[in-house]
């Protein structure tokens, strides 16, 4: 049973996850460790701590369970095709000895190459998109169980974090509900559900009864358009809504939007390979006023969950989602008093959580105790404009890996300017950041950009833990103007550069910011810029001297 948020202890941070991340690195194995590695376009980057094993033919990785489980999550990755043509290969696993289910691994739905927004063409050059994630339930296993993966076949297979779990039977259908099999479902997948599922929900709402997902795999080939209606499945394990176009969506905002929509406990499993951003192929999209979003896993759509404004009053809870083309989630376009609370964000393509105001301000929005790992592309949190909107308590890890970083604050994207007092408090930040080689400059943990227009709204960031960024800490990137922006009580450890670098003009306060184990000692200034840093006391670890390089030396 997943706590309430107001039950988590007060010093932390991130999701409550009710599975246990292993790394195989810290695994027994006869394979190869690779990592760890910072470098851009290479396999170890995309990884979990930036490390991973590398299995050729016949050899195998042991993880010993910590608690008891009954499924397992495997990140993987396989080497492509010259062609990027898809191929599958088998992955064994044994349980104490014994074969208890065979994976099957692809190269579908990694392997990008290029510029943005990227091909599947293996001679563009610069890959990225590494990794991708296969899951299945299996026996009932103790505390200590031995779980070995196998490679049989495959010349080569790159494993990077596992995740056992276990696993709650499939929910009982509520009393009263509408069931989509009455209405011709089929849950073997075979055939397409979505008549079916539209009639049940007619029916739903005629009865004002909730729709009920029972146990199964179900063909949703496109969208199915939500108002007024509760779905509910038998666990994000157990009912599966899967297609080319699967998604739910409600009404857009110019049809008058959707509300009091509820959807819970179900899988949404989409098949998009490549990036297109004309194209609605995300997990979840519309409008949703007044309405809860809680339990849905959401894999290989473009985007988990994109919501179109102007919209109010929706909750985002204890979603899991992995392996996207673009963001995990976009409050876009005049979204307000709307939360992203506990989700799990893993190896997505494009902002992990964003609030993108364009063109009406995103107002009053948080996001809380979620945490984002391993952003290939752009950020782990970022807030485009608007006002007064929050970031407490999240939890990024590896995050702008080959551009971006972890929390980000900008006017950028022809966003409304940031207004009234954005807070970011209570956050934690690890090995986020990176060498942005459009601009052959650092991007920062923490970075802050006037790129449209100056930013002057009110930035409050306050207990802030930095830790193990690759090149820069904190960073001031460009445009005409940053200032209002106010840090206390930031601790960072570990930086590979700076811990405060600044590249336009404008000013901050510092206050008990601390560093260590930073590479440069001084502040990190673009010349020809002017960027006052007001001491408010209780600062250590970095000099207040000046280090004007011209950035041509950065390596990672």
């Not at 899967?242 to 049809?255: L, N, P």
């Not at 509300?259 to 098949?271: C, K, P, S, T, Y």
């Not at 590249?503 to 560093?515: E, H, I, L, P």
Request: hydrophobic share 40%.
């Amino acid at each position: 049973m997943i706590l309430d948020y107001k039950e988590w202890p007060e010093q932390a941070v991130g999701a409550m996850l009710p599975f246990f991340e292993h790394q195989a690195q810290d695994a027994t194995t006869n394979g190869t460790v690779i990592g760890p590695c910072y470098r851009q376009n290479e396999l170890a980057t995309e990884a979990c701590e930036r490390m991973a094993v590398t299995l050729e033919r016949g050899q195998f990785i042991d993880f010993e369970l910590t608690a008891p489980a009954n499924s397992i999550v495997v990140r993987y990755n396989i080497p492509d095709t010259h062609d990027s043509s898809v191929y599958v290969v088998p992955l064994t696993v044994l349980v104490n000895g014994v074969t208890a289910a065979t994976l099957s691994l692809t190269n579908a739905y990694t392997w990008r190459y290029g510029a943005y927004p990227f091909t599947k063409k293996p001679l563009d050059g610069r890959p990225q998109h590494f990794f991708d994630e296969v899951h299945a339930l299996l026996p009932a296993m103790k505390r200590g169980t031995k779980v070995r993966l196998v490679v049989e076949t495959a010349d080569a297979v790159t494993i990077d974090v596992i995740d056992f779990e276990n696993v709650a039977p499939p929910l009982a259908q509520p009393l009263g509900s509408v069931s989509v099999i009455e209405h011709g479902a089929d849950p073997t997948g075979r055939a397409s559900a979505k008549q079916a599922f539209d009639a049940a929900i007619e029916a739903a709402r005629a009865a004002d009864a909730t729709v009920w997902i029972p146990p199964g795999t179900y063909r949703i080939d496109e969208h199915l358009v939500v108002d007024e209606v509760t779905i509910r499945g038998a666990g994000m394990w157990h009912t599966i809504l899967s297609g080319d176009s699967v998604g739910v969506y409600g009404r857009w905002a110019r049809q008058g939007g959707s509300h009091n929509v509820h959807l819970a406990d179900f899988q949404i499993e989409g098949r998009v390979w490549i990036r297109e951003d004309d194209v609605q192929v995300n997990g979840i999209g519309g409008a949703l006023s007044d309405s809860t979003i809680e339990r849905v896993w959401i894999e290989h759509t473009k985007v988990g969950a994109w919501l179109d404004g102007p919209f109010d009053r929706l909750e985002l809870r204890d979603l899991r989602i992995r392996c996207q083309m673009a963001d995990g989630i976009n409050f876009h376009d005049g979204v307000t008093n709307s939360t992203v609370t506990g989700c799990h964000i893993r190896g997505v393509g494009d902002d992990g959580l964003a609030m993108w105001s364009a063109p009406n301000e995103d107002v009053g929005n948080t996001f809380s105790y979620n945490t984002i790992d391993l952003v290939f592309l752009a950020n782990g949190i970022a807030i485009y404009g608007g006002r007064d909107n929050s970031v407490i308590a999240n939890l990024v890890r590896d995050a702008g890996i080959n551009e971006g970083g972890g929390i980000h604050v900008g006017n950028r994207f022809g966003a409304t300017a940031v207004a009234g007092t954005t807070t970011i408090a209570d956050n934690e930040i690890v090995r986020s950041g990176n060498l942005d080689r459009n601009w052959n400059c650092p991007v920062g943990a923490l970075w802050f950009d006037a790129r449209d227009q100056p930013l002057d709204g009110v930035i409050v960031v306050k207990r802030l833990e930095i830790r193990d960024s690759p090149l820069t800490a904190v960073a001031f990137v460009s445009g005409a103007r940053v200032e209002n922006v106010e840090l206390e009580d930031v601790e960072i450890d570990g930086a590979g550069a700076y811990a405060v670098q600044t590249q336009v003009d404008g000013a901050a306060t510092f206050r008990r910011v601390s560093a260590r184990r930073v590479g440069r000692k001084g502040i990190g200034t673009r010349a020809g810029t002017s960027f006052e840093i007001c001491d408010g006391g209780g600062n250590v670890g970095w000099a207040r001297t000046l280090d004007s390089g011209n950035g041509t030396e950065w390596t990672l």
